[in-house]
């Protein structure tokens, strides 16, 4: 099973390396992918946190790596962005509300890293496939299927779909319809923010990570992505919907089980 887990954005060194010391124990059970990001370009407000910027954030992402040994996902949000972080992680995220964008789906194809696109909160899924195809069709690929997508290095993300203002929903059907086009990372903590809100912050309801993530893995996908930090409250950026590493192994022993009960074991 594929696992991405780490804050939701480099807070510092320290915070990076405590973090990714909590994660120790999930980088030999599963296929573990650190994630964290040097950008948060589409915070609310312009006063928001946006992280230490992409050569700080890198240098700080390769240390993840030298030290721990873990695979990076971090985002890219502009084409010029993409080289660049294609020389430390191992995953190139494709922000949600970018999952449409042409030259930033080609630029990551040309990469030998793996693209995750994350589907937009106004997406069919179903749609989906187009964006799955610009990105196959650039790595000499022309038809869309589950096989071709997992060959050529291509992931799909779902993390809810708006519902009216300041709300998502999880439509469980959309972890079916986009598994015939590629991998299907299910992100159980974007899926309960609350987008907007008091005083430009977007907030969330943690407390429904671990039911959404019973139900994701009883439709059967390939992954999940946990936003994590040891002190959500206090974190800089997409705290109330982050979970604790207590709260993450936990949820992981029910997925395990949902896991083992569907291979008959």
Request: net charge neutral; proline share 4%; aromatic share 10%.
């Given at each position: 099973?594929?696992?991405?887990?780490?804050p939701?954005?480099?807070?510092?060194?320290?915070?990076?390396?405590?973090?990714a010391e909590?994660?120790?124990?999930?980088?030999e059970?599963?296929?573990?992918?650190?994630?964290?990001?040097?950008?948060?370009?589409?915070?609310?407000?312009l006063?928001?946190?946006?992280?230490?910027?992409?050569?700080?954030?890198?240098?700080?992402?390769?240390?993840?790596?030298?030290?721990?040994?873990?695979?990076?996902?971090?985002?890219?949000?502009?084409t010029?962005?993409?080289?660049?972080?294609?020389?430390?992680?191992?995953?190139?995220q494709?922000?949600?509300?970018?999952?449409?964008?042409?030259?930033?789906?080609?630029?990551?194809?040309?990469?030998?890293?793996?693209?995750?696109?994350?589907?937009?909160?106004f997406?069919?899924?179903?749609?989906?496939?187009?964006?799955?195809?610009?990105?196959?069709?650039?790595?000499?690929?022309n038809?869309?299927?589950?096989e071709?997508?997992?060959?050529?290095?291509?992931?799909?993300?779902?993390?809810?779909?708006?519902?009216?203002?300041?709300?998502?929903?999880?439509?469980?059907r959309s972890l079916?319809?986009?598994?015939?086009?590629a991998?299907?990372?299910?992100?159980a903590?974007?899926?309960?923010?609350?987008?907007?809100?008091?005083?430009?912050?977007s907030?969330?309801?943690?407390?429904?990570?671990?039911?959404?993530?019973?139900?994701?893995?009883?439709?059967?996908?390939?992954?999940?992505?946990?936003?994590?930090h040891?002190?959500?409250?206090?974190?800089?950026?997409?705290?109330?919907n982050?979970?604790?590493?207590?709260?993450?192994?936990?949820?992981?022993?029910?997925?395990?089980?949902?896991?083992?009960?569907?291979?008959?074991?």
């Open positions: 099973m594929i696992l991405i887990a780490g939701c954005v480099i807070e510092s060194k320290e915070q990076i390396f405590k973090i909590y994660l120790k124990p999930y980088s059970k599963y296929d573990f992918y650190f994630k964290a990001s040097y950008d948060k370009a589409n915070r609310t407000s006063d928001s946190y946006r992280g230490p910027g992409i050569d700080k954030g890198l240098e700080i992402l390769n240390e993840v790596k030298e030290k721990f040994g873990y695979k990076l996902l971090t985002d890219v949000h502009e010029w962005q993409v080289k660049k972080a294609a020389e430390v992680v191992d995953v190139l494709i922000p949600a509300f970018l999952c449409r964008q042409t030259d930033l789906l080609v630029e990551a194809a040309k990469t030998d890293k793996i693209v995750n696109i994350k589907k937009g909160q997406m069919n899924p179903a749609d989906m496939k187009y964006s799955v195809l610009k990105v196959l069709k650039t790595r000499g690929c038809k869309v299927s589950y071709n997508a997992k060959k050529h290095g291509v992931w799909l993300t779902e993390r809810g779909t708006t519902f009216g203002y300041g709300n998502l929903v999880v439509d469980m079916v319809i986009m598994r015939e086009f991998p299907v990372i299910f992100d903590t974007h899926s309960v923010q609350m987008p907007g809100g008091a005083g430009g912050k907030s969330g309801k943690r407390e429904f990570v671990p039911f959404l993530s019973k139900a994701a893995a009883a439709v059967g996908i390939d992954g999940f992505f946990f936003e994590t040891y002190n959500p409250d206090e974190a800089l950026s997409d705290g109330p982050m979970i604790t590493p207590d709260m993450l192994e936990d949820i992981l022993k029910d997925v395990d089980c949902i896991n083992k009960c569907q291979k008959g074991e």
